[in-house]
Nanobody, 124 residues
């Protein structure tokens, strides 16, 4: 299994970015893609997840209404649209995948596969 992220960068507060996560190597369509972020000195936290098979999504309160996960099952790509970005959203963002999870709150340790991470910086 391989996950490749793209789309990070620098944006001013209130701006938007869209991250992509291309997944390959899964035999089944039944897996969950989670999006996590990790700021310097902080624990890795989940900001979204989506079921590849049925599109069920989960968001923690910290990003609900601002972040949206979506999927293109045919291309095996998952997106994270991030709007109304704040300086506190600055972090390295990772996508992760696991075939045994459901789209619900999960810890980083619950995921078996990880992408390389992409930096998102929100600053004026």
């Amino acid at each position: 299994v391989q996950l490749v992220e793209s789309g990070g960068g620098y944006v001013q507060p209130g701006g938007s970015l869209r991250l992509s996560c291309a997944a390959s190597g899964f035999i089944s369509e039944h897996y969950v893609i989670g999006w996590f972020r990790q700021a310097p000195g902080k624990a890795r936290e989940e900001v979204a997840c989506i079921s590849n098979s049925d599109g069920t999504r989960y968001y923690p309160d910290s990003v609900k209404g601002r972040f949206t996960a979506s999927r293109d099952s045919a291309r095996k790509v998952v997106y994270l649209q991030m709007n109304s970005l704040k300086p506190e959203d600055t972090a390295v963002y990772y996508c992760a995948a696991d075939p045994s999870l459901v789209a619900a709150a999960s810890a980083a340790r619950d995921y078996d596969y990880w992408g390389q991470g992409t930096q998102v910086t929100v600053s004026s």
